[in-house]
Nanobody, 123 residues
């Protein structure tokens, strides 16, 4: 099983980026999938998640700016990031739970991880 994340880049404050994560090796249509990020020198933190039933969850700092979505037919999850700020600078990782539909904010709750994609927002 592999998760392939893409879409990161270097942008200016207020810009938008769309991260994509495509899974191969199995389907995750009934499983929770999420996005985490790791800012420089900090621990990995939860950003957003989509439950297997379609519910979405966000950390407060990205509510209203980020949108998680999924396309189960493509076995993919996306993170639309608008109005980016310098504090959003981080390596972004997608993750998926093996079987559980319930989303969780805890990294250890996810079984599969993508390789990470760098997002840099300059002021």
């Amino acid at each position: 099983v592999q998760l392939q994340a893409s879409g990161g880049g270097w942008v200016q404050t207020g810009s938008s980026l769309r991260l994509s994560c495509t899974a191969s090796g199995r389907t995750f249509s009934s499983s929770a999938m999420g996005w985490f990020r790791q800012p420089p020198g900090k621990e990995r933190e939860f950003v957003a998640a989509s439950s297997g039933s379609g519910g979405t969850y966000y950390i407060d700092s990205v509510k209203g700016r980020f949108t998680i979505s999924r396309d189960d037919a493509k076995n993919s999850v996306y993170l639309q990031m608008d109005d980016l700020k310098p504090e959003d600078t981080a390596v972004y990782y997608c993750a998926a739970r093996r079987t559980r539909a319930m989303a969780t904010m805890t990294p250890s709750g996810y079984d599969y991880w993508g390789q990470g994609t760098q997002v840099t927002v300059s002021s």
